[in-house]
Structures are given as C-alpha cells and as structure tokens.
C-alpha cells in the first residue's frame, strides 16, 4: 500500500505571514459542483463568499470534467479577497477524477497561500482490494510553533454512501498509519463528507463512528451535529483530529449555517448544496 504523489512543493522556512488569531480550515461538499453553478451569477458569489472565509477548505463532489468550474472559482477567489487585501492570494490542489463508474468526483483544496505554508498533496492508493469509491486526498501543511514548525496532515474523504461503514473502518486501520510514515507527522485532521450517520452509519454501526472518540482523538463535529440543509437531520460531515499539536491548537468548530449568515431563503440555500460547511479554528502559537 503506498502513496501516490500528485504534486509536491518546495518546503519553505515558514509562513509568507505569520499567523494572527486563528487559522480557518473547513470542508464543503458542494453538491454537483460544476459549470452550471458557477454559470449561475447568484450561487456562484454565494460559493466564492463562503469559501472565501477559510484558510484551507477541502472541497468535495466536482463533476466539471474541464475543470472551468474550479478555474473560475478561482478567479472569483482572488479577486474577492484581494479587493479587501492587495497581499492575499488563493491557490488549488485538484485530485484526479475519481470512481469505479462513469460517475466521477473530484477534491480540491483551496488555501490561502499568503496563510499557509503547503508542502505536498497526495492522493491515497490502494495496493490491496478496492475499498474507496473515492480515494483519500491529503495535503501537508507547515504550521509555526514556539519550538519550531510542526506538520499537519489534512486527509480528505468523501465516502460512498452505501459503502461509509467500510470505508471509515479502512480509513482509520490503514491510511492513518500510511500518511504518518510517509509525511513524518502524528497530527492529522480527517475531514469530509463520511456520510457517517443516519441510514448510511445507523446506530447499529455506532461503533465505527466510536473511533472518532478513542483515546488520542478529538471529534470536532459531533453525532448530535446536522450537516444538512434540508429537513434531515444528519451529521454526515465530519472533522476528527489526532496527535497532541493539532488537538491542543484546536480553538474552536462547528457546522457553517451559510443560509443564516447570508440570510439566504431554503430554495436559494439548496441551489448552492444540500450540506452545510464544517470548520475548525487552530490558535496562532
């Protein structure tokens, strides 16, 4: 089993500024994330307020086979955040298409690059089996500290709703231990779409989303949480930290209710995603 590197840069002494407060770190499964969204004048300034606000966002369920829609995301990035600060400036990370099908997603990460200080992204592999509809995407971060950077691992998942339980199982079992070897860290935060709850997790299964809370861990959206935007109410997006740097820094999280902060109605809320954002803040050391 072994990591597949997608795109590596070079490391750098540190951040390009240092960080001040908290750094922002989210993921959002923009559903059927593609041109017609962006096309959509409304939804997409919607899309570029809301990932405007991280740090570092994770974003899932990309069909746009050519890639414009992420482009123009982008573009409508950079001009919205250096309208308020000339120095600030958004980069990507962008997964292969990924399935067993015809239907394929991609990842992405976008950051702030006048933030955060990334040092690789990979693409997890299976050497064994075919357990991922949607193999893992990873970035590594570098994260200042009063005794010198520490790395942070951020390892993405959205799983296949039918396939969660095994999925999560595998994603803790064997990818955890993969990412630590090959980046040299102890501190992860598993973020994403795991579908970990109600039909696709049912209680019967609790005791797969109970790793979340094992010794060492640190579950930052809780079962009680509803990611969702219509009338379910499900905690199907999570984050979950591990090693003692990341959980010590953790701040803050909580599920992002755009529709109330934006003062968005339900129909225009769903015309953006049936998922809510998940976020977490990491003090400045």
Not at 28 to 40: A, E, L, V
Not at 87 to 112: D, N, V, W
Not at 190 to 210: E, F, I
């Amino acid at each position: 089993m072994g990591l597949l590197v997608v795109s590596l840069l070079a490391l750098g002494v540190g951040l390009v500024t240092p960080w001040v407060g908290t750094i922002r770190i989210g993921a959002f499964n923009i559903k059927s994330f593609g041109r017609r969204k962006m096309g959509d004048p409304i939804v997409a300034q919607i899309i570029t307020q809301i990932v405007s606000r991280y740090d570092v966002i994770l974003i899932q369920e990309i069909r746009d086979i050519t890639n414009t829609a992420v482009s123009e995301l982008h573009s409508n990035l950079s001009a919205h955040v250096t309208a308020a600060n000339s120095s600030a400036c958004f980069s990507f990370k962008i997964s292969p298409r990924l399935g067993r099908t015809r239907y394929k997603e991609q990842y992405a990460f976008f950051y702030r690059s006048d933030r955060v200080d990334v040092v690789a992204s990979h693409l997890f592999t299976e050497s064994r089996g075919d357990v991922f509809e949607r193999e893992p995407f990873c970035l590594l971060l570098n994260i200042p500290g009063q005794a010198g950077p520490w790395r942070l691992a951020l390892v993405g998942l959205h799983t296949k709703p039918t396939q969660a339980v095994a999925e999560i199982q595998y994603l803790f079992d064997q990818v955890e231990a993969e990412v630590k070897v090959t980046w040299n860290t102890q501190n992860l935060l598993y973020l994403g779409d795991l579908n970990a709850d109600c039909r696709y997790v049912p209680v019967s299964h609790q005791l797969v989303t109970g790793v979340f809370h094992q010794p060492g861990y640190r579950s930052l959206i809780g079962s009680d949480a509803d990611t969702t935007t219509g009338r379910s109410h499900c905690s199907y997006d999570r984050i979950v930290a591990t090693g003692n740097d990341v959980i010590s820094a953790v701040q803050s999280s909580r599920v992002y209710l755009y529709d109330l902060d934006l003062g968005l109605d339900s129909t225009l809320t769903n015309r953006v995603s049936d998922h809510y954002p998940v976020e977490v803040e990491l003090r400045a050391p």
